[in-house]
């Protein structure tokens, strides 16, 4: 085992062998290995977020054609610090006739929820957490505990907004994950495993290759999942104030600002798990440290294109993103994973090439299809226009005769 | 004592004293949320017992979902989320009885019971495959008719549900 070409499984190593030789147990030093390995994680997650936070920001910018930050530091590089500096000062409000164990218990349930998935995700061939046999159940199913989290904010808080937020936030998860666990039925039917190490190395060619309807489905329930533009009605200014978190402040405030950030990193880093092959790419097995490299290029890729979409789009109204989702989604989805269920049987997994074309051919028709029937029932249901009364500007040419010579 | 023996003393603490405080809370979203606990320590146990398939069904679906479901119900129904009225009624005392009874009987006959004096075995590697889980469950010979039998429940209810629902348009006269 060489150090530059593995560093990490080469630390853990050297760490084991040096634990040992102290007379410590075996059982212990797996123990203490695992904790050390969960904390960096977790650390190294945190300590991300103020630099994607800071990247987010400038990037927005320049799609907004702004600066963004570019006070403290070179290109504004020290301002997530500051921030995090100057939330570490503030006060802790708790607001009269809170539930205090739910309110105190909701920003931590929010990150942790978050990072719970780095458990799971493969970063190299032998960089893991955990290679449990379940890994795209439990990923959905710590998803359930984000949700728990919203709730728990909401109905703490005792503020109608933040009730009335959390409800909406949570009825948009809940409905935003329908889709995408049907479609992620189908990396698990190629791979045929739910576990996340066996999907990515089951990806030589990627699975965007094979299912592109699927992995674009997948995309869109991401970003929704993580409530940012066009989705990001969990925050109406005009309805809902702040949403859930309204009544945080301070450190607590930064959880879910943290949480939020990380959970479209996270979704970036799950998305390029399942549909971008991971670490797979060119020369992985000789130089596995390789693959951590590749890894990080394409998820920073998939946040670039999320940024993209978050800077350009203008947000959906609540009705058109349900709408959005049970009429449009949902049914693609269930079409999709079904006719790809029967194309796959059909063609012996031998011939990469004719299956890949099968694929790729029966994914274009579906989306035809789908684009057809959507122009059609766009053309029966013309969109109603809702405008207030016509009021012309105070311009020259809409003035009346008199008022021209009055003014002459 | 183990670490594994001592994580499950800490688990089945949990899943006992919050199923307690959930049907003895006065706040129903407080008995919710104790239910909620509740589902996770029994999901922590499932998780001990190495099948963590259905650790984490058990998150998913009753975590995930049904408690959910719980907190919307009782959030957008319950006018006043607090209960005032007395817990205990005049059955309480009886009701004790009957079930200390059944629980001493219970203990008493799993006492013999020879599984119970017997350790766990950690499960062998084609048993910890989800995959003989799933061809359990599509095969003739194994569960295929009961999983059916459900599925056809399962739709009946939510067929059920919409009908009483659904919001009969009056007809014009």
Redesign the interface.
């Known amino acids: 085992m060489n150090f530059i070409y593995d560093p990490v499984p080469w630390v853990i190593n050297w760490l084991t062998q040096l634990l040992l030789s102290w007379g410590l147990s075996e ?1 212990f030093v797996t ?1 203490l290995l695992y904790l050390i390995g969960a904390v960096l994680i977790c650390l190294g997650a945190m300590l991300f977020t103020t630099m994607l936070i800071w990247a987010e920001r400038k990037i927005g910018g320049r799609f907004q054609d702004r600066l963004g930050p570019n006070r403290v530091g070179p290109w504004g590089i020290f301002q997530s610090i500051a921030d995090m500096l100057k939330i570490f000062t503030k006060e802790y409000i708790n607001p009269v006739g809170i ?1 205090k164990i ?1 309110f105190n218990l909701a920003p931590v349930l929010a990150v942790a929820a978050v990072l719970a998935v780095w458990a799971v995700i493969p970063f190299s061939q032998t960089v893991f957490g955990s290679n ?3 890994g795209i ?2 990923i ?6 984000g ?2 989290a919203i ?2 904010a909401g ?1 703490g808080s005792n503020n109608k907004y933040a ?1 009335l937020g959390a ?1 909406r936030a ?1 009825a948009q998860l ?1 409905s935003y994950e329908v889709p995408m666990v049907i479609v992620l039925l189908i990396p698990v039917m190629f791979s ?3 576990g996340l190490n066996e999907i990515v190395q089951a990806q030589t060619i990627p699975f965007i290759v094979y299912a592109p309807v699927a992995c674009i489905i997948f995309f869109i329930c991401s970003i929704a999942e993580n409530g940012r533009a066009p989705f990001d009605l969990l925050e109406a200014d005009s309805e809902l104030v702040a949403g859930y978190n309204i009544e945080y402040s301070g450190l607590k405030f930064g959880m879910f600002f943290v949480a939020d950030f990380l959970h479209a990193f996270t979704s970036a880093i799950v998305f390029t798990t399942i549909f971008l092959g991971g670490w797979q790419g060119p020369g992985v097995e000789q130089i596995p440290v390789l693959g951590g490299a590749y890894m990080l290029i394409k998820t920073l890729l998939v946040y670039f294109l999320m940024l993209a979409i978050r800077f350009t789009v203008p947000r959906f109204r609540i009705d058109q993103m349900m709408a959005l989702n049970w009429k449009i989604l949902t049914p693609l989805a269930l079409v999709t994973v079904v006719v790809t269920a029967l194309v796959d049987k059909a063609i012996p997994h031998e011939m990469t090439v004719i299956r890949i074309g099968a694929l790729l051919v029966v994914n274009l028709i579906i989306w035809l299809l789908a684009d057809r029937m959507i122009t059609i029932y766009r053309k029966r249901n013309p969109v109603q226009v809702v405008t207030g009364k016509l009021r012309p500007l105070a311009r020259p040419e809409f003035l009346s005769v008199a008022e021209k010579e009055t003014a002459q | 004592m183990t670490g594994m023996q001592l994580i499950f003393l800490i688990a089945a603490a949990v899943v006992v004293s919050s199923a307690f405080m959930s049907v003895t809370s006065r706040r129903m979203i407080h008995a919710a949320l104790w239910f909620v606990l509740a589902l996770l320590g029994v999901a922590v146990i499932y998780a001990l017992l190495e099948v963590s398939f259905f650790a984490v069904v058990q998150v998913l679906v009753y975590v995930g979902a049904i408690a959910i479901l719980i907190i919307f119900a009782t959030m957008l129904t319950r006018r006043a989320l607090e209960d005032h009225g007395k817990q205990f009624n005049r059955a309480t005392l009886m009701t004790l009885v009957i079930v200390s009874v059944i629980f001493a009987g219970l203990v008493f006959s799993l006492r013999s019971w020879p599984q119970l004096q017997s350790m766990t075995a950690p499960l062998s590697a084609d048993q910890l495959d989800v995959g003989v889980l799933g061809l359990a469950l599509t095969a003739p010979d194994g569960f295929a008719l009961p999983f059916e039998v459900t599925s056809i429940l399962l739709l009946a209810a939510l067929i059920g549900s919409i009908y009483v629902a659904y919001e009969r348009k009056e007809k014009k006269k």
Not at chain 1, 140 to 145: H, P, V
């Open positions: 059982n123990t539930d739910p449990i046999n379940v159940l439990y959905i199913a710590i998803g359930g505990l949700e728990m709730i728990l109905f009730l409800f949570v809940i045929g495993s739910m």
